[in-house]
């Protein structure tokens, strides 16, 4: 069986802990009495903490392509030519997609509900009592 470094690990653990610490954190300060609270608190904290964890690594996807790219063309390797073409073009569809649901998203909110909040996307809360 193949052994994981330390820093293979502590990656992994770092991306699994940080909406748990984020969630707990924001739990302490202003508290979760009822189940609803608890999926306010939910939402407003780990999911927007996802939510920039996949939007830079997209962007990370598409710089480490930019870089791959360029340094596979100076030493003329074309192979890596391919993987930094790649890695751009999927960090791109990536951070597309993620723009475009949050367009959509926002989209529907002003026609469902108006334009009341034009910056952040809001969750309709729903009465569990």
Request: proline share 2%; net charge positive.
């Amino acid at each position: 069986m193949k052994k994981l470094s330390f820093l293979k690990i502590s990656i992994i653990l770092t991306v699994i802990l940080s909406p748990v610490y984020v969630f707990s954190a924001t739990g302490a300060r202003e508290g979760a009495e009822t189940f609803a609270s608890l999926v306010s608190l939910f939402t407003n904290s780990v999911m927007s903490a996802v939510g920039g964890l996949l939007v830079s690594g997209g962007m990370l996807a598409f710089l480490y392509g930019v870089v791959e790219y360029i340094w596979a063309r100076r030493n003329g390797d074309s192979k890596g030519l391919e993987d930094g073409n790649r890695f751009m073009a999927w960090g791109l569809i990536g951070l597309f997609i993620m723009f475009s649901v949050y367009g959509i998203i926002k989209l529907g909110q002003g026609i469902l509900f108006g334009n009341k909040d034009v910056t952040t996307i809001s969750i309709p809360n729903i009465k569990l009592k």
